[in-house]
């Protein structure tokens, strides 16, 4: 959301999958497409069981999910940030509490968050395997905030999901040359320019 990524996952996975053929490579790209924001973890278990009839142990997932975590760490880490997000971190920082939430492993994405100078910027970052509905709960019980008063800003089917679920507002981020994929009516942006503005106006 932060970070132009939403490529460097697609194609993380077109490498992974590989070496099973094309028709393999695009039922994952496909299936990753339509569900961005579920765990890695949880794709490669369904992509192995569905398109490749091949079931894995925990021991192989958790094999996978490295191999996936290891091609897409270092590309996240040095990839550009969507335009106005670094301008609207710097501005929001002490004036709002900033939450990060996120399917990527939680472990993972605090290792990019701090490879990409960030941590001051945030209040907390969590990720998975928890869903994004039991962080919300977490931090809205924890911090004692108003829900009335959140918004949540996510480019994922999982993120509008999330808010919708915990009756939050939801503002959607559609990247470059992707698909709109939330219901008609979701108010949207192109990337974090004016974000600022918008929010405090």
Not at 66 to 94: C, K, M, N, W
Not at 151 to 170: E, H, N, P, W
Request: hydrophobic share 40%; with cysteine.
């Amino acid at each position: 959301m932060l970070a132009e990524s939403a490529d460097i996952k697609t194609d993380a996975f077109r490498e992974l999958y590989g070496e099973f053929g094309d028709e393999v490579v695009q039922k994952c790209v496909n299936y990753h497409i339509r569900h961005a924001g579920i765990s890695r973890v949880r794709k490669i278990e369904i992509y192995h069981r569905e398109f490749l009839g091949q079931p894995l142990t925990p021991t192989e997932v958790t094999a996978w999910a490295q191999r996936y975590s290891d091609i897409v760490e270092r590309q996240v880490v040095e990839v550009g940030a969507v335009p106005g997000a670094v301008e609207f971190l710097q501005t929001a920082q002490g004036q709002l509490k900033l939450y990060v939430i996120s399917g990527t492993p939680d472990d993972e994405l605090k290792r990019i968050v701090t490879k990409r100078g960030w941590n001051d910027y945030f209040d907390e970052v969590h990720g998975s395997p928890r869903l994004k509905p039991e962080i919300i709960d977490d931090i809205v019980t924890r911090n004692g905030l108003d829900k009335d008063r959140v918004l949540f800003v996510g480019d994922a089917m999982t993120d509008y999901d999330a808010a919708q679920d915990r009756d939050m507002a939801f503002l959607g981020r559609i990247a470059p040359h992707h698909d709109d994929l939330f219901p008609p009516g979701t108010e949207t942006i192109q990337d974090l320019t004016g974000l600022w503005a918008r929010i405090s106006a």
